[in-house]
């Protein structure tokens, strides 16, 4: 079956440092490829996300290239703030009519000033 | 203005009793779901609704019960709570007849600890 792994955090930067955090996929077809974010005490909301091969994702400096050739999905920002600070969801969905969202296990993000 | 409400924020309960999570959403979507959040932050998908129509219901105790009356509602009912009920409950919705490549916009989540 769909399955999303990501890296494990949590993941604590320095203001303005380069964030990367992995995300790879396992799917049939050609699935669609999300970020979602969770700030403390909030809901998920979709950061980005990409629907084909090649595809980039991008919003509020992030940004994730679909790579069907490595089945992966990596969010980047190039300077991370306080602000980011939560907790990151890699996403996949199939196209099919009872494929569901399949959330990796998020990787938790601090920023310290 | 409030796309994906859900009442009670806060729910703490005694070990057998029965509660409800209530979940509205005004942004004309056609489905709606419920997700359970444990301690670690994993989320997983336990209902989806369309259109009043259930779509998918994963392996979940029979205790929990969606009830949806038209499709800007979902309501979560838990018969006889037990303490690895304790979670966090989120409602979301999304546009289409199905999930599938849909962007989910969630709710604010219900804290429910059982004691």
């Known amino acids: 079956g769909n399955s999303v792994t990501q890296m494990e955090g949590p993941v604590t930067l320095s203001e303005e440092a380069f964030l990367t955090i992995n995300c790879t996929y396992t799917?049939?077809?050609?699935?669609?490829l999300f970020w979602y974010v969770q700030y403390p005490g909030e809901g998920l909301q979709l950061l980005l996300k990409?629907?084909?091969?090649?595809d980039k994702g991008s919003n509020k400096g992030f940004e994730a290239t679909y790579r069907k050739e490595t089945t992966s999905f990596h969010l980047e920002k190039g300077s991370v703030q306080v602000s980011d600070s939560a907790v990151y969801f890699c996403?996949?969905?199939?196209?099919?009519?009872?494929?569901?969202?399949?959330f990796g296990p998020g990787t938790s993000l601090s920023v310290i000033p | 203005d409030t796309a994906v409400s859900q009442t009670p924020k806060y729910l703490v309960t005694q070990m057998g009793n029965d509660k409800s999570i209530k979940c509205e959403q005004n942004?004309?979507?056609?489905?709606m779901y419920w997700y359970k959040q444990d301690s670690k932050k994993f989320l997983k998908i336990m209902f989806s609704?369309?259109?009043?129509?259930?779509?998918i219901n994963e392996t979940v105790p029979n205790r929990f019960s969606p009830k949806s009356p038209d499709k800007a509602h979902l309501n979560l009912h838990i018969n006889s709570l037990e303490l690895g009920d304790s979670a966090v409950y989120f409602c979301?919705?999304?546009?289409?007849?199905?999930?599938?490549?849909?962007?989910?916009?969630f709710g604010p989540g219900t804290r429910l600890l059982v004691l």
């Open positions: 979301a919705s999304s546009h289409g007849k199905t999930s599938a490549q849909e962007t989910q916009y």
């Open positions: 799917a049939t077809g050609y699935p669609s």
């Open positions: 990409a629907t084909k091969a090649d």
């Open positions: 996403a996949l969905s199939g196209r099919t009519s009872y494929d569901k969202v399949i």
């Open positions: 942004l004309g979507h056609d489905t």
């Open positions: 609704y369309n259109n009043k129509e259930l779509i």
